[in-house]
């Protein structure tokens, strides 16, 4: 089956591969006709001005050139149109190849009785894909879709996005001073969360003075007193950048010291703001859309799998609720936000309407469980004899 799924893929491909090789053939004759277009063109308009200046009436080579001009103007559009036609008629064979590859018939994987009402769907999907173009730092893309959609979204919801777009196109440009200035003004909740993310700004800042050769030496030194309340932390890494200063007037370049240079230290510290920045504002590093688009991409083949064998068994009734998949479906580690409990009895992950019930033994079981465990009112654990009264039982909150 996954031989054949990567056959599918493999076609679709091999569509979209033939599709961008006519767009760059396209781009790069269209470029060329016309800049010779204008240049032919340019040199009509001199001759033209050139005789007026001169007063002279127009003569009939010049007219002849003109008409020529005009022709060519033409017969050039006309190619251009021609070309850009038939690359429409290979996008369209991408479409072709996709339904005939794959089923497109995703949305009756699930019953519509599992959704909210077609407002409210409108409503969730507009509102994460707001959430993620501001994450991504396309504000002008997202403002317009708030118009367009009449999606009111309030300052506050957009402030910590802009705030973090803000300072990572300022790192992006190798300006560390916003980075600073919010990791300062934050320090004491970044040491909470044991945030390296202040060391490491100081320390490129370090770095690009020590870029500036012996000229900056007195400056890198003197700027080095901003690691003293790192120095336990980050004790062999504030030695690794005080020794590099032995070599500053050879070249860091040159010496074994080479590394601090490596711009994947620019690299590094994007990701360390982006991580450390969203836990402080309470937002996911990866927008809830991207999260979701990747994990039905994941999900999606087990679920149509699972359609398949509903309608050939004609079995009714199997996905009927909101909050759960009728299978568990395994997505991998990166997946995982919450902790997760299944009952030990009832081997049923717990849920909201079904918590995890603490016993006073100590032992954890499922509501659902501990109800069909009670007997003349008393409840006996099932791990240990201890014998117990069912309302002892306490919820455990994950």
């Not at 800049?35 to 001759?47: I, P, S, T």
């Not at 559009?77 to 690359?87: E, F, G, R, T």
Request: hydrophobic share 40%; glycine share 4%; charged share 20%.
């Amino acid at each position: 089956m996954a031989e054949a799924a990567m056959e599918q893929c493999a076609c679709v491909e091999r569509e979209l591969d033939k599709v961008l090789q006519k767009f760059l053939t396209y781009g790069q004759h269209c470029e060329q006709s016309l800049e010779e277009l204008l240049h032919y063109v340019g040199q009509l308009r001199a001759e033209l001005a050139s005789a007026a200046l001169q007063g002279t009436p127009l003569s009939a080579t010049l007219s002849l050139v003109m008409s020529q001009c005009c022709r060519k103007i033409k017969d050039t559009v006309q190619k251009l149109a021609s070309d850009h036609k038939d690359i429409h008629s290979s996008v369209s064979r991408v479409g072709k190849a996709i339904d005939r590859n794959f089923d497109s018939e995703i949305c009756g994987v699930v019953s519509d009785a599992v959704w909210d009402s077609r407002e409210k769907q409108q409503q969730i999907l507009q509102m994460a894909i707001v959430e993620h173009l501001y994450q991504q730092g396309m504000l002008s893309v997202a403002e317009e879709l708030c118009q367009e959609s009449t999606l009111n979204v309030d300052l506050d919801f957009k402030q910590p996005f802009l705030e973090l777009n803000r300072i990572l196109e300022a790192l992006h440009e190798q300006d560390l001073g916003p980075a600073l200035e919010w990791a300062i003004s934050h320090r004491q909740r970044l040491l909470e969360l044991n945030s390296s993310l202040e060391f490491k700004l100081h320390r490129l800042h370090f770095i690009r003075l020590l870029m500036g050769g012996p000229e900056k030496q007195l400056e890198a030194l003197s700027y080095a007193r901003h690691f003293q309340p790192f120095a336990q932390l980050h004790q062999r890494e504030i030695q690794v950048m005080m020794g590099s200063l032995v070599y500053l007037r050879l070249g860091l370049e040159k010496s074994p010291y080479c590394h601090l240079l490596d711009n994947s230290h620019w690299v590094e510290i994007c990701e360390t703001f982006t991580r450390d920045a969203c836990s402080l504002l309470g937002l996911s590093v990866e927008s809830p859309l991207s999260v979701s688009f990747a994990s039905g991409c994941v999900a999606l083949p087990v679920l149509m799998n699972i359609k398949a064998v509903i309608e050939q068994r004609q079995c009714t009734g199997v996905w009927s609720h909101k909050d759960e998949l009728p299978i568990e479906i395994e997505l991998g580690m990166k997946c995982w936000y919450h902790s997760v409990f299944a009952c030990p009895i009832l081997r049923q992950q717990t849920s909201d309407s079904n918590p995890p019930i603490k016993l006073i033994c100590g032992h954890v079981i499922s509501r659902d469980a501990l109800n069909k465990l009670i007997n003349g009112g008393k409840l006996k654990c099932p791990y240990c004899p201890m014998e117990q009264n069912p309302a002892d039982g306490k919820r455990i909150i994950f």
